[in-house]
């Protein structure tokens, strides 16, 4: 069966298991949503670019990356990607034997005199493999470093440069952790420059093959308060004197008609992002406090659906929030805990957006807990290890306001402006 029918039957049975409906509908909510889903099931996370190239949202002209197909087979219900072709009936290629030959007989050589012959090749065999695999596993034989255009602010080129000279498969370069949206570069030259359009914390890798021989983390800080709309290739930015407010962060519907951005039949998706370097803050001793408000109820915006995320180097923390009547689809992710309302009471994080709501995030050691108004709405015991946070990300569906957000850590306060 061919590759892309076999990829369409895996995306089909992801759908059924879901439930959602035609993945024609689907929103860039309901690709976040997947991807959290994915990384809950299988603990490999596959980014909303990668999620939505597969289901052909997105141009892309390339066959996905192994990794990739063997998580979405694994979250389809399979063992891997082998797995489900197996299952579909497809089955390897088997090469047929060679018939067999018939030789007359010749004179018996001695062992004596091939023993050496023998160890000589053996030897010879295993120099080549083991020289082979020294070559991919060996991170002193490559370099790999990164410099920006811009010291902040995006859109912000990187220029990487590497050496790779020493490789013996193909060399890639991903710009992240999402090592399936890596790209091939040439191993004979040395440099490769790429645009990073969101603020963030990201590790760059070098690869060959799929092997990572070098990675250091990368981060783009936003000079602020960056507004953004999200787009599939480039996104809209909006100009910070029509987003800022004194303490107040807002884009109203008013603000998206003068970008010529219509609220319907889909909802645009609306992010607020805030990174810079905080020494010293750490995920597992921290408080945050913020008031957030979205207005906007219409259409496939009815739940208002928003999520506060606290970004962290190589983590994150995703807080939901929504309608009260829309709290059965909601999820809570904190450094490698997760909990979805299929499985707890998440009727804490439902409220009343039209008004402002506050929201208030305490971590203690592993110990983190979550109050919306002043109430306790969960609390949970957190799984990795505690690294730094450097940012906050608001995504709301169509319009939405922030204000009053701060950083507390013992005496110190963060106040995100």
């Known amino acids: 069966m061919d590759e892309n029918i076999l990829i369409r039957e895996c995306l089909s049975a992801v759908e059924k298991r879901l439930n959602w409906g035609s993945s024609q509908e689907w929103t860039t909510y309901d690709f976040e949503k997947l991807s959290v889903e994915i990384q809950e099931s299988t603990g490999v996370t596959l980014s909303i670019t990668t999620l939505k190239r597969l289901w052909g949202r997105l141009e892309y002209h390339h066959m996905p990356a192994v990794t990739t197909l063997n998580t979405m087979a694994r979250f389809a219900g399979y063992a891997d990607w082998r797995d489900f072709k197996k299952q579909q009936g497809t089955s390897e290629v088997v090469v047929p034997a060679e018939p067999a030959v018939t030789i007359a007989a010749t004179p018996r050589i001695s062992i004596r005199v091939m023993l050496p012959v023998i160890l000589l090749l053996a030897a010879g065999g295993f120099a080549f493999w083991k020289s082979s695999n020294t070559t991919v596993s060996r991170s002193a034989d490559y370099t790999f470093v990164s410099n920006k255009t811009m010291s902040e602010g995006v859109p912000n080129s990187v220029i990487f440069s590497y050496d790779a000279t020493a490789a013996n498969d193909t060399v890639f370069i991903a710009q992240s952790w999402d090592v399936s949206r890596k790209t091939a570069v040439p191993k004979d030259q040395h440099r490769y420059s790429t645009i990073y359009y969101y603020p963030g914390y990201y590790r760059a890798k070098l690869m060959t093959g799929e092997n990572i021989v070098k990675e250091h983390d990368l981060m783009i800080t936003s000079g602020g308060w960056v507004a953004l709309i999200e787009q ?132 203690s050691g592993t110990h983190m807990r979550f109050l919306v108004n002043d109430k306790a709405a969960y609390t949970l015991e957190a799984k990795r290890p505690p690294t730094g946070i450097v940012g906050l990300q608001y995504r709301f569906n169509g319009t939405g306001a922030i204000k009053d957000t701060r950083f507390v850590a013992d005496r110190d306060t963060v106040v995100m402006k």
């Open 232 to 363: 599939e290739k480039v996104p809209v930015y909006i100009r910070p004197e029509t987003f800022q407010q004194d303490t107040v962060i807002s884009v109203n519907e008013a603000t998206l008609a003068a970008y010529n951005i219509p609220m319907q039949p889909v909802t645009p998706q609306l992010r607020f992002i805030n990174v810079k370097d905080m020494p010293g803050l750490m995920n597992d001793h921290f408080t945050l406090e913020t008031t957030i408000k979205t207005t906007y109820r219409e259409g496939s915006a009815a739940c208002q659906f928003a999520d506060l995320l606290i970004l962290c180097k190589n983590d994150v923390i995703i807080v939901p929030l929504s309608a009260k009547g829309c709290v059965g689809e909601l999820s809570l992710l904190a450094r490698g805990a997760s909990v979805k309302s299929s499985q707890a009471d998440l009727s804490g994080f439902g409220c009343d957006l039209t008004q402002w709501v506050k929201v208030r995030v305490e971590a």
